[in-house]
């Protein structure tokens, strides 16, 4: 969806770096998450916020940070890049207004290689 | 924790062939579903979305899904599929009030012309 945008696109650093992935939304959403996917495991959840000073962690949230600058920014940090967090990241939305619906909408995915 | 099961992830069909994608979830209280769908090299976009009333719910693309509660299922459906329908399928959950989806493994359904 061209409203949520995320940079880089694409991403390859080395073990022990500090990377920040960026998520812009012009949707006026006010929830925003980032998940990364691997291959055959789906998408997993890393944190989510629901608006500026709330920030939860996901079920896979060890190894990373996030900040939420703006209602509109969500930025995920890896502190410390290991290889084993190669993989497609991807930031999404939701809107409170939905009520229950939790229609999520996603930006075009960050490939990070981590060497 | 609620749970999200796709079987056969991988699945190879000729066009106009029938798919039938299986999705289960392990929650037993009020759910909201949906089936995405991720192109090749494309972002997660959403094919069709069930809340309430006809367990039974078209979505883009012929694509359809039927709700059933009892089996706690939600398999997604397309009566002749299309070599442009070769992409990743993703079931994903919400429980009422909790605004977390889980996904589940996802289906890599390749259509062969």
């Known amino acids: 969806d061209a409203d949520v945008t995320q940079t880089p696109r694409n991403r390859i650093t080395k073990t022990g770096k500090r990377i920040m992935l960026e998520c812009s939304q012009t949707?006026?959403?006010?929830?925003m998450y980032w998940y990364r996917q691997d291959p055959g495991l789906g998408l997993r959840l890393i944190y989510y916020?629901?608006?500026?000073?709330?920030?939860n962690k996901g079920e896979i949230s060890d190894g990373y940070s996030v900040s939420r600058q703006a209602q509109a920014k969500f930025s995920l940090s890896l502190e410390s890049a290991i290889p084993n967090q190669t993989a497609l990241y991807f930031c999404?939305?939701?809107?409170?207004?939905?009520?229950?619906?939790?229609?999520?909408?996603f930006g075009p995915g960050t490939r990070l290689t981590v060497l | 924790a609620q749970s999200v099961s796709q079987h056969n992830h991988h699945v190879i069909l000729s066009e106009a062939a029938s798919l039938e994608l299986g999705c289960n979830y392990s929650y037993g209280g009020t759910v909201n579903l949906f089936w995405y769908v991720q192109y090749p090299g494309q972002h997660l976009q959403l094919l069709l979305k069930y809340f309430s009333g006809d367990p039974l719910v078209k979505g883009i693309k012929g694509f359809e899904a039927e709700f059933i509660k009892s089996k706690f299922s939600f398999n997604l459906r397309k009566p002749s599929v299309q070599w442009s329908d070769t992409a990743e399928y993703f079931c994903a959950v919400t429980v009422y009030g909790n605004n977390r989806l889980a996904f589940g493994k996802g289906n890599q359904v390749v259509v062969i012309p």
């Open positions: 999404a939305t939701s809107d409170r207004t939905s009520g229950h619906y939790n229609e999520q909408f």
């Open positions: 916020s629901f608006d500026v000073k709330d920030i």
């Open positions: 949707k006026g959403h006010d929830r």
